[in-house]
Every structure is written in structure tokens, then in C-alpha cells.
């Protein structure tokens, strides 16, 4: 099964390649400006924008890791779907509509509207593209390892493939594109991983609690009780949930969708929609671990290989035969393209919305340049990101997404609340504050158990000088942990966004009551209008 | 630049108030559930039917009350709040 060439697969894939790239034709032939480009001329619905949300949010790490984990661990996996889902009522209560009335491409926009733009800007766009190269290296190296189980590819292939047909969507359709590919990504998503909830739960007379019951009766009751790997200690769990809850609220791809819809109204409906798909596919992903439990059985998901993330398709085998199984393979594929386009979009953003045209052009650059620097920067994205995928080929990078999402919550989401709500933040809060947000908790990441202990434990044993290496390698790592540990510069902590987010949010907060700025004090008066009203209107008597 | 119209900033205010209100009690659910995993891993296995824990119940209620308090703000937001809205606007 995994690692063959799946013919079924592959059909189904190419399908949806023809298909996207059509729209992308499609798109192509409208996107004439830069508010084409990066924000699809303004003109998607909130509806549309919900499911398209909802598609940037259900990666192929959510839907294979978390019904993987579900299936192998049973309950521990809604810690997880629940950290992940929070996120989005934060982004509705504080985000959604000021963005969309401050600001104009990217979220940066909002945090430099009344402060010096280029200091800012610069600062900001180290911290999304931290977000922007993280979450790509994740989402590459983790595409290149399933396409490999999935479809029998080579991993090299398998990452030149996502890279050339997401370059292709970004480079000719921009926004348009990306979006409309979320928008049938998601719903073949959620329409194929419903179904194959249905199957599973006709199985067990349309009661989930049966389900349940017999995962417990076949694994022990275990499975529906918290366990012992996901969430260690108390500090740990708090850490990992302001990740996963404000992390969410600073993804500079989530951000960037905002500016898609007409007005802020759009703006509110499209995350009200994205909630409800994205709560309902968690609900669904747990039923389909379960699924996997039961109908698979963990010994079998296990020996697939790719640690669990077998287990959605294999059910999908199980019950439905091999046709569904490549239908669902195609969706996973599609799920890691539609990703990956988005992230790319968001990164040339930031490097030719913020850094060309607004830092190095100082605000004042051609239509057609913008155009032309925005495909450049997407060029440029593209090709880093096959390169990092091949770089990072074999790596574990599970620890990325988290990373991801600790920089988020602490170096963008800071910086963004406070220019909107806080009327003497200045423009070094927002540099200082960013700065720490980003490095920092790349710093603490190194500095923590991740780095030390769960990769560079392994290796330090693996270089050791012990003769039987076999008996000896786990008592070399647990040496090496316990040399760590007892260093004067090693962080406990997994996450470190409990440290770094509110060191991000103090910092900015002392920084500016230390240095006021009188000018970004006095435009505080029209970021509040603005974030409630949004562009001047003609008729205002201003 | 114009100081602040007075109503503007009351209704700013209203906004960020409710808006705070809203994220506290989304952050106290989600907290109360991941604390219990925490630090009460027993209770959370408390088996209250065949099939069904605490904390499968818990951890799909906070999905639920997500979406509860999103309907709430929407739906607060698309009548009080837009018509304010469009008071101002005028």
C-alpha cells in the first residue's frame, strides 16, 4: 500500500491540477493590479472568504496528523483540535474588522498606519516572513514525506511538483487563484471527510458513543482518557495554548485574507463561517481516528509507516475501496498545494508590498512595478521553498508548526493589537516588541527541550565515543539530557510563547512610555475612526 | 486633525468592551479544559456513559461554545452595532 504507485491517486490528482489551473487561466486574465494580486480586486464574499479561510487552516498536518494522532492516542488529539480551533473567535473579537478597515494588503499595514513607516514596516516583515519560512519548511518537507507514502513518488519529484504548480497559481493568478483554490480545496476537504464519517458511523448505528465504546472494548479505555505525551506539565499546556490560541491571530496568511472581502461587515461573516467549518471538520477528524481504531486497527496504521499520518486514507481504503482511497490521497495533496500557495502569496507580500514599494521605494512605486516586484517576490518564494524542502529532506520537523505559531502569537499579534487599541504605542514599542517576539522565541526554542533534547539528544549519542552503540544509545541520550538540563542557559519550556508573548506585549509597553511620540499619539484619533468606519467617505465633513 | 466625535469613541469603546468580554470567556473555557488535562487527568476520564468521558464531552463542548459565542457577537454586531454604524456614517 504506501510508498507503491497509486494509479487511483494519481488520476484524482491530476484532475484537480487541470481543474485549478483552468481557474487560474481564468484568474490570470483578471488580475491587472496589485489589488488584484494580493487581494482578489476586493471582490470575494464573506461566504466564499469563509471556506477559503477555512481551507488555508485545514493543512494536511490537521487533517492526516490529527485524525493520526486521534487514531494512535484516541483523546489527546482534541487537545489539540480544540487549541487550534479557539484561535478563530479571537481573530472575529479583536482582528477581523479593524484589519479590514486600516489597512490594504497585509497586516502590517495596520501596525504602521500612524507610526514611521519604515522601521516598522522593515521589523515587520522579519517577523512574517519568520512565520512565512517556518511554516513553508514545514508544510514542504511534510508534503515530499506523505507524497512519497501517498503516491509512491520520489520525495525530490514530489516537492518540485508542489513547488511548480503553486508557483504557477500565485505567479499567473495571484489572489483570484489562491483563492478560488482554497474555496474547492475545502469543500472537496470537508465533503469527502464527511462522507467518510457517515460510512464509518453507519457502521455503528449513527451513534459516535458506540464508536467510542468499542475503541475502548478493542484498546482499553485509555483511548478516551488524557494521556501522559501530549500535554506534560502545567506550564507547558499554558504555554502551548496562548500559542495555539493568539498564534492563529497573527498567521500572516490568515491576516491577508481579510482584505479579500468588500468591507468589514464581509470581514465578520467570512470568520463566522470559517469557525463553523473549522470546528465542524475537528469533530469530523476525531469520528475518523476513531474510524482508523477501530475499522484499521493501530497496529496496522503503524505499520504503513509516516507515524500515524496514514490513517485517515487507509480508513478510507477500508470502507470504500481503492478509488476513494485515491480520491482522498488527491484531496491530501491538494490540501498541502492550496497551503502552500497561500503562504507564498502572504511572504510576497511582505517582501514587495512592505519592503519594495514601502521601504525602499518609499511608498511610491508604479502600478505596473508593484505588479511586476509582487510575481518577483513570489518567483523568489516558490524556488526557496522547493530548496528548503530538499535542504530539510529527513528532518524532523514536527517542532516547526509550533515554532510557527509562538512566533505568531508573539511577534505579530502583539504588534498588532496594541497599534489599534493602544493610543501611546509608538513606533520602537512596535520595532522592539517585534524584534522579541521573533528572535526570542527563536532563541528559546533552541535553548529548549525540542532542540537540545528530542534532536540534538539523538545525534550527541550517535557522535559519542561508546563502542556497543546499539545497547548504549538510549543511556547516551538520556546522558546528554541530563547534562542539558542541568546547564544555567537551558529553557524548560517546549513552548516558549507564554515567555515570549507577554515579553513582547511588555516590551512594547515599556518602550513606548519610555520614548512617547507625539505624532503617532495624535493619529490615534484616526486609527479609531477608521477601525470603525473604514475608508473616508466623500461626503464626511472632515 | 479633528478631535474624536464623542460618539465615535463611545461606540469604539462598546465595541473593544464587548469584544475583551467575549475573548475572556473563550479564554477561561479553553483554559478551564486544558488545566483540567493538566493537572486532573482522573476526572476528565470519569466515564459518564458507555463510550463517553468527561473529557470528550468537555473537549467537544468547547467547540461548541466557540461557535456559540461567534454566533453571539455576529449576531450583535449585524444589528446594534451596524446600525450605529451607519448613524455615525451619516
Not at chain 1, 499520518?309 to 481503492?322: D, K, S, Y
Not at chain 1, 523568489?380 to 524532523?396: H, T
Request: charged share 10%; net charge neutral; glycine share 10%.
Amino acid at each position: 500500500m504506501g510508498g507503491e504507485t497509486n494509479i487511483e491517486a494519481i488520476i484524482f490528482f491530476f484532475l484537480f491540477v487541470s481543474f485549478t489551473l483552468g481557474v487560474t487561466y481564468w484568474a490570470a486574465r483578471r488580475t491587472k493590479t496589485a489589488e488584484h494580486f494580493y487581494a482578489a480586486g476586493r471582490s470575494i464574499t464573506g461566504f466564499q472568504n469563509g471556506l477559503a479561510l477555512a481551507g488555508d487552516y485545514m493543512s494536511a498536518a490537521s487533517f492526516l496528523g490529527i485524525a493520526g494522532l486521534v487514531a494512535l492516542n484516541g483523546f489527546d488529539g482534541l487537545i489539540y483540535s480544540t487549541g487550534w480551533l479557539v484561535g478563530w473567535p479571537i481573530i472575529l473579537f479583536l482582528i477581523a474588522e479593524p484589519l479590514r478597515n486600516l489597512g490594504k494588503y497585509t497586516f502590517t499595514d495596520v501596525v504602521a498606519y500612524r507610526l514611521q513607516q519604515k522601521p516598522v514596516r522593515l521589523a515587520s516583515s522579519i517577523g512574517t516572513m519568520a512565520v512565512v519560512l517556518t511554516y513553508l519548511i514545514a508544510q514542504m518537507v511534510g508534503s515530499g514525506t506523505l507524497i512519497k507514502l501517498l503516491f509512491g513518488l520520489d520525495y525530490t519529484v514530489a516537492v518540485i511538483i508542489v513547488g511548480a504548480v503553486m508557483m504557477t497559481y500565485v505567479l499567473f493568478g495571484g489572489m483570484i487563484a489562491t483563492t478560488w483554490v482554497q474555496v474547492i480545496k475545502a469543500c472537496l476537504l470537508l465533503g469527502g471527510a464527511s462522507i467518510m464519517a457517515l460510512i464509518v458511523l453507519s457502521k455503528f448505528g449513527f451513534n459516535p458513543l458506540n464508536l467510542f465504546a468499542k475503541a475502548a472494548e478493542m484498546n482499553g479505555q485509555r483511548v478516551l482518557e488524557p494521556g501522559t505525551k501530549v500535554v506534560t506539565g502545567a506550564w507547558d499546556a499554558v504555554s502551548l495554548g496562548l500559542a495555539l490560541m493568539f498564534g492563529t491571530a497573527g498567521l500572516p496568511h490568515v491576516l491577508m485574507r481579510f482584505y479579500t472581502v468588500p468591507d468589514a461587515k464581509a470581514a465578520r461573516v467570512s470568520v463566522m463561517w470559517a469557525t463553523i467549518w473549522i470546528g465542524s471538520f475537528y469533530l469530523i477528524t476525531f469520528i475518523l481516528g476513531f474510524g482508523a481504531m477501530v475499522l484499521v486497527g493501530q497496529q496496522e496504521i503503524l505499520a504503513v509507516g509516516g507515524g500515524g499520518n496514514m490513517a485517515a486514507p487507509i480508513l478510507a481504503q477500508v470502507i470504500a475501496g481503492n478509488i476513494f482511497f485515491g480520491f482522498i490521497c488527491a484531496v491530501a495533496f491538494a490540501t498541502i498545494l492550496a497551503v502552500v500557495a497561500g503562504l507564498t502569496l502572504a511572504g510576497a507580500g511582505a517582501l514587495s508590498h512592505d519592503l519594495w514599494v514601502n521601504v525602499i521605494r518609499g511608498g511610491h512605486a508604479p502600478e505596473r512595478e508593484q505588479l511586476v516586484v509582487a510575481r518577483l517576490s513570489s518567483v523568489i518564494l516558490g524556488v526557496g521553498a522547493v530548496i528548503l524542502g530538499i535542504v530539510f529532506q529527513g528532518q524532523n520537523v514536527a517542532y516547526m508548526v509550533g515554532l510557527t505559531f509562538s512566533i505568531a502569537a508573539s511577534a505579530n499579534f502583539p504588534a498588532l493589537i496594541m497599534s489599534v487599541f493602544w493610543r501611546r504605542f509608538t513606533t520602537w514599542g512596535a520595532v522592539s516588541s517585534i524584534m522579541f517576539g521573533t528572535f526570542g522565541t527563536l532563541l528559546l526554542i533552541y535553548l529548549g527541550p525540542t532542540i537540545q533534547i528530542d534532536l540534538l539528544g539523538p545525534k550527541a549519542a550517535a557522535a559519542g565515543s561508546a563502542p556497543d552503540v546499539v545497547a548504549s544509545a538510549q543511556a547516551a541520550i538520556e546522558a546528554h539530557a541530563a547534562h542539558v538540563t542541568s546547564q544555567w542557559w537551558y529553557f524548560p519550556l517546549k513552548n516558549p510563547c507564554l515567555f515570549t508573548m507577554t515579553g513582547s506585549f511588555l516590551i512594547g509597553i515599556i518602550v513606548s512610555l519610555l520614548a512617547p511620540e507625539r505624532a503617532a499619539e495624535d493619529g490615534f484619533a484616526e486609527v479609531e475612526r477608521r477601525a470603525l468606519l473604514g475608508e473616508p467617505t466623500p461626503t464626511a465633513a472632515e | 486633525m479633528a478631535h474624536t466625535d464623542p460618539r465615535l469613541h463611545a461606540l469604539a469603546a462598546r465595541r473593544w468592551r464587548i469584544a475583551i468580554w467575549l475573548s475572556i470567556f473563550m479564554l477561561v473555557a479553553y483554559y478551564a479544559f486544558i488545566l483540567l488535562v493538566a493537572f486532573d487527568k482522573p476526572l476528565l476520564g470519569t466515564v459518564l456513559a458507555e463510550g463517553l468521558t468527561l473529557g470528550i464531552l468537555l473537549g467537544a463542548l468547547v467547540i461548541v461554545f466557540a461557535w456559540i459565542l461567534t454566533l453571539i457577537y455576529v449576531g450583535w454586531a449585524n444589528s446594534s452595532y451596524d446600525r450605529d454604524l451607519a448613524q455615525l456614517r451619516r
